[in-house]
């Protein structure tokens, strides 16, 4: 997956993905080739997330861990880092610092 730092002809969704009572909250950000991503925010604290497509998340600041599906571990993760979940499944989160990040969805 190539990292850019800004993105060139895309579509910006006005309306706010907002999840748990507004502590995460995101944008969707569409693209003529028909991908989609989202890009937000996240509030400390403890998130369980289901998928439909899959997704990368790509931690741009700040710190969580994350317990992939399957998995019994978690998983500390910083700015710079990212993780892959599959379609079709549950993740958990525990945010520890306010944490910017951009999900890229793959086809389901």
Known sequence: ??????FANATIVKKANIY???KVTSRTVLFADGTRKTLGIMLPGDYEFDTAAPEIIE???GELAVQLPG???WQS????NQFAV???SRF???VKT???YCCSYGEK
């Open 1 to 6: 997956m190539v990292v850019t730092e800004k």
């Open 77 to 80: 993760l910083a700015a710079g």
């Open 59 to 61: 931690i741009l600041n």
């Open 20 to 22: 748990f009572d507004g």
């Open 98 to 100: 306010v944490v910017d």
């Open 92 to 94: 958990k989160l525990q």
């Open 86 to 88: 599959g379609a079709n």
């Open 71 to 73: 998995e019994n571990t």
